[in-house]
Structures are given as structure tokens and as C-alpha cells.
């Protein structure tokens, strides 16, 4: 089983900025699609972004203001996260589809291999 761990995750103030870090092992990382995924208290897990190649997608709540990035050589991948609202609070998840060089796709059941957690709470 691919292992994922995720850090950076903390608290910040409504309109600071958090970076995440997910890192991956296995083999090939670089053509397996990756997503960051959350889930706030009594909310089902959403989809907040992902990337593959040179494509990436993100959930309308997020656009304009989270990137994510990868660094295949270094098996890492990143959720640069600005302008943070409470409504971003929740645990935050990267995963692993295991389908290479499949797109980029919003569905959890599609990504099984998933990290931890990293908790991240905005407040004003």
C-alpha cells in the first residue's frame, strides 16, 4: 500500500496562509493523479483540488486562492492555501488515485490510498 503523509496544518486567522504537505511513497509517483481532499464536522468528504501532468481542477470554494503543486523527484506534493476562511476549516487529506495517467476526478471512491489528516482551522 502506497503510504501518504500529510503536514503543515495548524491554526491560522481568517485571510492568513497555510502550506501543506503530503509526502508519498511507491513507485512511479509521477503518473498516478493526486488530490487534496476535506472534511469538516458533520460534512462529507469533499474535493478541494488535484493534479496530474500539466492538469489540474479545483473546487469553485477554492479557486483563486489554494494551488497545488508536486515535486515528482522529491515524491511531495503541496497545498499552498491563501486568503483562508473559516468555512476552510477541516481535516485536510491527500490521496492517491491508483489509475496512471488517469484525469484528474472529483470522486473520493476514485483515490485509495489516503494520508492521515492534517487538521487546519481558520478563525476570526
Known amino acids: 500500500q502506497v503510504q501518504l503523509v500529510e503536514s503543515g496544518g495548524g491554526l491560522v486567522q481568517v485571510g492568513g496562509s497555510l502550506r501543506l504537505s503530503c509526502a508519498a511513497s511507491?513507485?512511479?509517483?509521477?503518473?498516478?493523479?493526486m488530490g487534496w481532499f476535506r472534511q469538516a464536522p458533520g460534512k462529507e468528504r469533499e474535493f478541494v483540488t488535484g493534479?496530474?501532468?500539466?492538469?489540474?481542477d479545483y473546487a469553485d470554494s477554492v479557486k483563486g486562492r489554494f494551488t497545488i503543486s508536486r515535486d515528482n523527484g522529491k515524491n511531495m506534493v503541496y497545498l499552498q492555501m491563501n486568503s483562508l476562511k473559516p468555512e476552510d476549516t477541516a481535516v485536510y487529506y491527500c490521496?492517491?488515485?491508483?489509475?496512471?495517467?488517469?484525469?484528474?476526478?472529483?470522486?473520493?471512491?476514485?483515490?485509495?490510498?489516503w494520508g492521515q489528516g492534517t487538521q487546519v482551522t481558520v478563525s476570526s
Open positions: 490521496a492517491v488515485n491508483p489509475t496512471p495517467y488517469a484525469p484528474v476526478v472529483r470522486t473520493p471512491i476514485s483515490y485509495t490510498y
Open positions: 493534479i496530474r501532468g500539466g492538469s489540474t
Open positions: 511507491g513507485r512511479s509517483f509521477s503518473v498516478y493523479p
